[in-house]
T-cell receptor, first 113, second 111 residues
Framework: GDSVTQMEGPVTLSEEAFLTINCTYT??????LFWYVQYPGEGLQLLLK?????DKGSNKGFEATYRKETTSFHLEKGSVQVSDSAVYFC????????????FGKGTTLSVSS | DGGITQSPKYLFRKEGQNVTLSCEQN?????MYWYRQDPGQGLRLIYY???????QKGDIAEGYSVSREKKESFPLTVTSAQKNPTAFYLC??????????FGNGTRLTVT
């Protein structure tokens, strides 16, 4: 079945460092891809999305490009801040009506000043 | 403002008791979902509903029940049959294949 695999964390960085969180997926057809962020004690917030191959989603300095040839949707940010410390989830919606979002296991990012 | 409200934020119960978690949305979304979150396991789908009076089991439905009598409401009951009920529960809603909107979650502790 469809699935999402994320790099395991935690990822620990200093402020202003470059961030990459890897995400690969397995799906039939052309799923839509998402990154969500979860701050401590809260629900998930949509960070960015891409709905077709070669689309680049971007928001708050974060970017991810839908790569069908490598079935990947890696999250990047050029310069992280302490406020970016959170759990990041990669997710997909399969290309079938009536199906729910499928999540990766999440990657914890900790940024220190 | 439109959104999803989960209540309460923290819930404590004794083992063997059923407990119902509330989820209300005023986004006029057709679909609603319940996920369970455990450390290191990400989010796992419990139940979802695409339309009023209809719902489907997710990956871990055993020990849980839901109802969808109104579009705005999708309560989740954690029954005594659920062997490990202590977790963080997240409710979400969406319209068609759009991204999910999440509530702020309910942390259930069963002792």
């Amino acid at each position: 079945g469809d699935s999402v695999t994320q790099m395991e964390g935690p990822v620990t960085l200093s402020e202003e460092a470059f961030l990459t969180i890897n995400c690969t997926y397995t799906a039939t057809g052309y799923p839509s891809l998402f990154w969500y962020v979860q701050y401590p004690g809260e629900g998930l917030q949509l960070l960015l999305k891409a709905t077709k191959a070669d689309d680049k989603g971007s928001n708050k300095g974060f970017e991810a490009t839908y790569r069908k040839e490598t079935t990947s949707f890696h999250l990047e940010k050029g310069s992280v801040q302490v406020s970016d410390s959170a759990v990041y989830f990669c997710a997909l919606i399969p290309n079938q009506a009536g199906t729910a979002l499928i999540f990766g296991k999440g990657t914890t990012l900790s940024v220190s000043s | 403002d439109g959104g999803i409200t989960q209540s309460p934020k923290y819930l404590f119960r004794k083992e063997g008791q059923n407990v119902t978690l509330s989820c209300e949305q005023n986004l006029n979304h057709d679909a609603m979902y319940w996920y369970r979150q455990d450390p290191g396991q990400g989010l796992r789908l419990i139940y979802y509903s695409q339309i009023v009076n209809d719902f489907q089991k997710g990956d871990i439905a055993e020990g849980y029940s839901v109802s969808r009598e109104k579009k705005e409401s999708f309560p989740l009951t954690v029954t005594s049959a659920q062997k490990n009920p202590t977790a963080f529960y997240l409710c979400a809603s969406s319209i068609e294949a759009s991204p999910l909107h999440f509530g702020n979650g309910t942390r259930l502790t069963v002792t």
